[in-house]
């Protein structure tokens, strides 16, 4: 009957979503790993990140960049943009800074990202590859500003984004 047909519907429903967020919870449990491996290891939390996020639509974002060995960084991120399907990015990037004159840096990155998003009440959740580069400027000891471009290849979802960002140093 219809009444059947609805219920069976509902069920597949109730249990798509319970499976992404069995999925969201390992990749979570999985990223908080990562970063505690890294933050052991690393020489030290360099900055907590804030940011505003302009793809096809716009975020907003936190992260911490952490100094690893020999001028390289590792930056994960949490990203939330407002386009109506909650989509959601954690991102871990890799960099290599330059130091500059005046206060500036320049760097390339490559990193792994985890997409999440509802687009027409459909969880969706994929593992993609982020490659790019941005600059810094230490305006003083505590803070920085920083523009960062980055390609995001996620099967059927790619997207370039400009990042405007303020980092607090320690």
Not at 22 to 29: D, G, H, N
Not at 66 to 82: I, M, R
Not at 105 to 123: E, K, Q, R, V
Request: charged letters at 20%; glycine letters at 10%; a neutral charge.
């Amino acid at each position: 009957s219809y009444k059947d047909r609805v219920l069976l519907v509902q069920l597949i429903q109730i249990t798509y979503r319970k499976q992404n967020f069995r999925i969201m919870k390992k990749f979570l449990l999985i990223l908080v790993l990562c970063i505690s491996t890294i933050s052991a290891y690393a020489s030290g939390l360099r900055s907590v990140d804030m940011r505003a996020n302009l793809r096809s639509d716009l975020g907003l974002g936190i992260g911490l960049t952490f100094d690893l060995p020999k001028g390289f960084e590792a930056a994960p991120s949490l990203n939330y943009y407002f386009n109506g399907d909650n989509t959601l990015t954690i991102d871990g990037d890799f960099r290599y800074r330059f130091d500059l004159p005046r206060n500036f840096s320049i760097y390339p990155l490559a990193g792994i990202l985890f997409f999440h998003t509802n687009h027409h009440d459909h969880g969706c959740n994929k593992v993609g590859l982020n490659i790019g580069g941005g600059f810094g400027y230490d305006i003083n000891s505590n803070w920085n500003i920083g523009l960062e471009v980055k390609y995001q290849y996620v099967n059927d979802w790619d997207d370039v984004y400009l990042s405007l960002g303020v980092s607090y140093l320690f």
